[in-house]
């Protein structure tokens, strides 16, 4: 079975107890659960990963191209977390693998402060969800599949 890969960026490991007004009381490991319902109903496996470093980030992309030039990969539901606002080479790793990429943030990052409207990764990804809650990884990821059978 082929997978997709779900990404999480920095502070994303502290779901469940970080601004719970912003982010809701589901933890990561809640969010991994729903997200595997959620592929597997499309007949998908998740490669479910979080890290707090930027390099590490943009080796998961890499990687995610190799797998899916072995037909391993369909593609990556990305939460950038902070980096989504300062990472270039977020941007360029997107654009460079050609990885079909859903931008996901839990929080209404428009209606935030400032620093949070713009996105160095909405303009590299396939689609974007913002603001549905932790819901917004099951909604990437039906976003994700339609856009691959499209
Ligand atoms: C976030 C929004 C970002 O601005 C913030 O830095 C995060 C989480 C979200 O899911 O709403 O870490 O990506």
Do not use: W
Request: with cysteine; net charge negative; hydrophobic share 40%.
């Amino acid at each position: 079975m082929p997978a997709l890969m779900i990404l999480n960026g920095p502070n994303l490991n502290l779901l469940g107890t970080r601004e719970p007004e912003q982010y809701g009381y589901e933890t990561l490991a809640d969010v991994e659960v729903m997200c595997r319902e959620a592929a597997n109903t499309h007949g998908y496996e998740i490669d479910f990963r979080q890290s707090n470093h930027e390099g590490v980030l943009v080796d998961a992309i890499h990687e995610a191209r190799e797998l899916m030039l072995q037909g391993e990969l369909a593609g990556i539901v990305f939460n950038p977390g902070a980096y989504t606002h300062t990472s270039v080479a977020l941007h360029d790793a997107i654009k460079g693998t050609e990885v079909p990429v859903i931008e996901v943030h839990i929080s209404n990052v428009h209606a935030r402060e400032a620093f949070r409207h713009h996105s160095y990764i909405s303009p590299a990804a396939t689609g974007i969800v913002i603001g549905m809650g932790v819901y917004g990884y099951v909604l990437g990821i039906h976003g994700l599949v339609a856009k691959l059978k499209s």
